[in-house]
């Protein structure tokens, strides 16, 4: 599968945290900034209002991003393969860890909604992908060469199907 052939190991944890963090100061820019801008008092430039909130959104998402790679990554080098159920099983675990604080019971709870989460996710991914390859799967082929053509007929060359074999 083509999008599991990312960044190596290391790399990817820095690279989903710093995506996780760019994420969440875009996210939490416009929601800090839509707060901002109806709560601020009159008087008050209210779109800086809106700005001061940017920290606690970015972070946690890098944290999740981070932590998330990291689990995945270690799943890889445990399981020795890269599949959607690694990413599943991260978001799960992820899920879990993050949720340690506040107890068994919330850690269960936070667990199964990262594991469906990201089930989701991954299950969408897989669909798409087998959609996008039928389309493709009856198309004639593309002759990126003219020399391929038979310059009698108009026609491919011996050993390719014609165009009216496909319609």
């Known amino acids: 599968m083509e ?3 990312r960044e190596p190991c290391p790399w990817r944890i820095v690279d989903d945290c ?3 963090f760019t994420m969440g100061v875009i996210g939490g820019g416009v929601f800090q ?3 901002g801008f109806r709560n601020a008092p009159i008087g008050l430039p209210r779109m800086f209002l809106g700005t001061l909130g940017l920290g606690p959104p970015a972070g946690s998402f890098a944290v999740w991003g981070g932590l998330f790679s990291t689990i995945d990554c270690g799943l890889v080098r ?3 393969k890269e599949d959607p159920w690694n990413s ?3 978001g799960a675990l992820t899920g879990a860890v993050l949720a340690a604080r506040s107890g ?3 850690m269960v709870g936070s667990a199964m909604m990262g ?3 990201l089930a989701l996710i991954e299950g969408v991914g897989i669909l798409l992908t087998r959609y996008t390859a039928q389309q493709f799967r009856n198309a ?3 002759l990126e060469d003219p020399s391929q053509l038979n310059p009698k007929e108009g026609a491919p060359a011996p050993g390719y199907p014609s165009y009216q074999q496909y319609h």
């Open 3 to 5: 999008e599991y052939a």
């Open 18 to 20: 710093g995506g996780a």
């Open 33 to 35: 900034a839509i707060k």
């Open 78 to 80: 445990l399981r020795g």
């Open 88 to 90: 599943i099983t991260s």
């Open 104 to 106: 068994p019971l919330a």
């Open 115 to 117: 594991g469906i989460l």
């Open 140 to 142: 004639p082929p593309f």
